[in-house]
């Protein structure tokens, strides 16, 4: 596509109309099977749509269920990759050090995907589990920061956070905001208001990345008995 778009893609609007595709594409996961022939389409009618010509199919197709944020649990569906890739484009910090998650620290501080409240913790208050291990409840930190929260309450290994790196609770917020996460719902393990708070926040994110907007309407059924193994950690 860039190939033949040549210094066209250059242009901003160009950039702009190839990654609300690109997005569309990840949280409509139109991309699992038979891409052969989404990709030969989506070709000629990104190139299309780019020169005047109406919006390709694949950002027609992608539609995206608040529903999906409480079944995605593993990295086997690219709409859960594209929620950490779009946290990590827009500088998400890792909890102990506040450095941003990048390519870089990624593979240098063993970056994975951890429990924001952790396993044990959720599974002592009774968190139901399809709560407790979907997505919402789930961000990038490095090996070392998530041996140091182990399982205890947000609250607990918010403060031996601040502790140990000598940051002060108006930075830790700006750090859980990176990842929106709510500060005070975590200083009061507060999981039912963190947990709707950032449902939300994460639903705008994908709004805002696809460009289409994500009924509310829809009522969130009781996944408990339809939970995929974690691949996570066991804290």
């Not at 594409?25 to 109406?54: H, K, Q």
């Not at 399809?130 to 090996?143: E, M, P, R």
């Amino acid at each position: 596509m860039l190939a033949i778009l040549g210094q066209k893609a250059d242009n901003d609007s160009v950039r702009n109309k190839i990654i609300r595709w690109y997005w569309c594409g990840v949280f409509g996961e139109l991309y699992g099977s038979a891409i052969e022939t989404r990709f030969a389409r989506d070709v000629v009618e990104v190139i299309n749509w780019i020169n005047g010509g109406s919006e390709p199919s694949t950002i027609n197709d992608c539609n995206f269920s608040p529903n999906r944020l409480l079944t995605l649990r593993t990295r086997n569906s690219a709409a859960y990759k594209g929620i950490y890739a779009l946290l990590m484009r827009d500088g998400c910090l890792d909890f102990r050090t506040g450095v941003p998650i990048e390519v870089q620290s990624y593979f240098d501080e063993a970056i994975d995907i951890h429990h924001i409240f952790p396993r044990n913790w959720c599974s002592q208050n009774n968190i139901k589990d399809g709560d407790s291990n979907s997505i919402i409840n789930k961000t990038a930190l490095s090996y070392r920061t998530n041996r140091i929260i182990g399982g205890s309450a947000p609250s607990q290994y918010l403060k031996k956070l601040r502790s140990n790196s000598g940051m002060d609770e108006s930075r830790q917020n700006q750090i859980m905001q990176s990842h929106l996460i709510d500060y005070d719902s975590m200083s009061k393990d507060d999981f039912l208001g963190f947990f709707n708070k950032r449902k939300e926040s994460l639903l705008v994110r994908i709004e805002q990345a696809t460009g289409k907007s994500i009924s509310r309407d829809i009522e969130l059924p009781d996944t408990e008995n339809n939970i995929e193994e974690d691949e996570t950690d066991n804290i």
